[in-house]
């Protein structure tokens, strides 16, 4: 499918997936929302203390006392004022409650219809302004209700509008959602996923977004501890990536293949289900790189994506795209292990970063065979397996690393050399007083291979 076709695809899509789900994408924000415009605001104390304009008082007190053809018929009429009203009294008025109270409307009024965001640009347009700016400054200030409703509007502004946000106003934008979602406590993070949600059906904004470091802060937050529904939407952001080719790279580079795997054993939402199967699909339809596609379908396979795969089979789903995707992934992970050759599987495991006692660890004919293509690459297994060693807390992990960096060094001539270039010799004698007892003695028989001085000699 075109790039073209496949944008105008995620632009369309709506904007969650069900009813329930709107509230839930927003429930703390929603519940403030309800509350807000049950508030009565005196306009006249405003305009008589010359805080607004008489034209914005009457166009505000007009708006607030119409509804459906009534209220399409003055937004038609007067746009331009509209937007003036809506711009003004956001500048002029300082009080959160009032604040909070204008931008509420405002929200209510874009989603209305989606088409009045031209209302906005083009009022920004003709005063040669910045439609940004106003909104952009709102974030800064202390009231989380008026930062997040800012973000919903900014959202719908960048999504919906014919002139795309970019620049700096794009960077601040992205950054400060990256920064919500990191923030300890957030009460409003659905809403900050909402949002990105729709920022990243964009091609260009999703690029900037990936460009900043937006997959690793995805991936750890997923591999954290959070509810079903912030799991969903955030995969939901990496499925809508994984449609530019170029970022599923990216994907594995910061292990999402496990990490949703990990979700999708312990899933118990269809949802969460459904748009994790989604990802995987597209980490194999989309690439372009065959050695790539290979290598996901390896790495799913180690993920135990193939035997949840064959539990969900099981499980009757209304939904007939989730039938499609399960046939789809059984097909190619089970072909994938036909294909599979030791070195594949090991080469892949390393890279997931879980090492475990698979059989081609403990094999003597793997490593005779395979020591020296750990050196391929400018060294990259070799140099992943020392990174495990200097930061992984797993026993389990520094066990099977120690062993590995030994079994090299055993066959391959130069071993001793290029481990301690790597820093993996230093890294081994440090776990010689790990607590874990395994770790101990797998660290011990490292170095002790290390410490020979050449396996190769014939006597």
């Given at each position: 499918?075109?790039?073209?076709?496949?944008?105008?695809?995620?632009?369309?899509?709506p904007d969650e997936t069900g009813k329930g789900d709107v509230m839930a994408a927003t429930s703390v924000l929603q519940q403030r929302a309800n509350e807000i415009r049950n508030n009565s605001i005196n306009w006249q104390s405003y305009l008589q203390s010359q805080m607004i304009g008489d034209d914005d008082y009457r166009f505000i007190t007009?708006?607030?006392?119409?509804?459906?053809?009534?209220?399409?018929?003055?937004?038609?009429?007067?746009?331009?004022?509209c937007a003036k009203t809506f711009l003004s009294l956001l500048e002029h008025i300082s009080k959160d409650q009032t604040v909070q109270y204008i931008l509420t409307i405002m929200d209510d009024m874009l989603q209305e219809d989606m088409n009045r965001v031209e209302i906005i640009r083009e009022y920004a347009k003709k005063k040669r302004e910045?439609?940004?700016?106003?909104?952009?400054?709102?974030?800064?200030?202390?009231?989380?209700?008026?930062?997040n409703m800012t973000s919903r509007i900014i959202a719908k502004l960048a999504c919906w509008s014919r002139d795309p946000m970019e620049g700096s106003d794009l960077t601040f934008y992205l950054t400060w959602l990256k920064d919500q979602l990191q923030t300890p406590g957030n009460e409003y993070?659905?809403?900050?996923?909402r949002c990105l949600q729709m920022m990243?059906?964009?091609?260009?904004?999703?690029?900037?977004?990936?460009?900043?470091?937006?997959?690793?802060?995805?991936?750890?937050?997923?591999?954290?501890?959070i509810n079903f529904q912030i799991q969903y939407q955030l995969s939901f952001c990496l499925w809508v990536m994984t449609f530019s080719p170029q970022l599923v790279e990216q994907m594995n580079k910061h292990k999402i293949i496990p990490i949703l795997g990990d979700i999708l054993n312990d899933s118990v939402k269809d949802k969460v289900t459904r748009i994790i199967l989604a990802v995987f699909r597209n980490m194999i339809e989309k690439p372009e790189d065959a050695a790539m596609v290979k290598e996901n379908c390896v790495a799913m396979v180690q993920a135990k994506v193939l035997k949840q795969l064959s539990i969900l089979q099981q499980h009757k789903f209304d939904d007939e795209d989730i039938?499609?995707?399960?046939?789809?992934?059984?097909?190619?992970?089970?072909?994938?292990?036909?294909d599979l050759s030791s070195f594949d599987e090991y080469s892949t495991e390393i890279k997931s970063g879980r090492l475990e006692w698979s059989p081609v660890h403990k094999s003597e004919r793997f490593w005779r065979e395979n020591a020296n293509r750990l050196t391929e690459k400018n060294y990259e297994l070799l140099k992943m397996l020392v990174h495990l060693l200097e930061?992984?807390?797993?026993?389990?992990?520094?066990?099977?690393?120690?062993?590995?960096?030994?079994?090299?060094?055993?066959?391959?001539?130069?071993?001793?050399?290029?481990?301690?270039?790597?820093?993996?010799?230093?890294?081994?004698?440090?776990?010689?007083?790990?607590?874990?007892?395994?770790?101990?003695?797998?660290?011990?028989?490292?170095?002790?291979?290390?410490?020979?001085?050449?396996?190769?000699?014939?006597?």
């Open positions: 499918m075109p790039d073209s076709k496949i944008n105008s695809m995620l632009m369309k899509l007009e708006f607030l006392t119409s509804d459906g053809s009534k209220r399409d018929s003055l937004l038609q009429n007067q746009r331009t004022q910045n439609v940004w700016s106003p909104f952009l400054n709102l974030l800064n200030r202390p009231d989380n209700f008026i930062q993070v659905q809403t900050t996923a990243l059906r964009d091609e260009k904004y999703r690029l900037v977004f990936a460009g900043m470091e937006g997959v690793s802060v995805l991936a750890n937050i997923l591999s954290g501890r039938m499609a995707d399960i046939e789809f992934l059984t097909e190619k992970l089970q072909a994938s292990i036909q930061t992984s807390r797993d026993t389990l992990v520094l066990a099977v690393a120690s062993y590995d960096i030994g079994e090299f060094v055993r066959h391959y001539p130069r071993g001793k050399s290029i481990i301690e270039q790597l820093g993996g010799k230093q890294m081994v004698m440090q776990l010689l007083a790990h607590e874990d007892p395994n770790v101990r003695y797998e660290a011990l028989l490292a170095v002790q291979k290390l410490m020979v001085h050449n396996w190769f000699v014939k006597f």
